[in-house]
């Protein structure tokens, strides 16, 4: 019996955030492949590789300048590549109107980090809540 495989789509309600949002909220794929959850792990781990050199490099006496701005750009990168990640994750629902660009996450991360950093956080956590809810509920089905 052909089951034909559908991208599950949950939505991450702001309001659970602060009722002040109301119905807003963020179409989440929850059931993304392996292959886009493993990028994501590499992208993390690139990341956190950069941040690591970052940090040893900005304990020496003398840091060197070049490497530091070479190491900074590779991160801006790579956090580029996340938020294409997030920019496809939050783009599968029917509406059109609800897809982002990697351009448009990166704005609002930065709007985030001005203005809320918390809602940053609840964004980022609320999204991979819904995705492990799914994993677990399929596990325990």
């Known amino acids: 019996m052909p089951i034909a495989i559908r991208r599950l789509v949950r939505p991450l309600v702001l309001s659970g955030f602060a009722p002040e949002y ?8 929850v059931n993304p492949s392996r292959d886009i959850l493993s990028r994501y792990e590499q992208i993390r781990g690139d990341a956190a590789g950069l941040k690591q050199r970052l940090t040893a490099l900005s304990e020496e006496r003398t840091p060197d300048q070049a490497e530091a701005q070479k190491l900074g750009a590779e991160l801006a990168g790579v956090n580029g590549l996340l938020y294409a990640w997030y920019a496809e994750i939050w783009s ?4 059109a109107s609800k897809h982002v660009t990697a351009e448009n996450v990166r704005e609002l991360s930065d ?13 980022i956590s609320g999204t991979w809540q819904l995705i492990n809810d ?3 509920y399929a596990k325990k089905g």
């Open 22 to 29: 109301g119905d807003d909220f963020i179409p989440v794929w």
């Open 92 to 95: 599968q629902g029917e509406d």
């Open 111 to 123: 709007r985030c980090e001005r203005e809320d950093p918390a809602l940053w956080f609840f964004l």
């Open 134 to 136: 799914h994993v677990a």
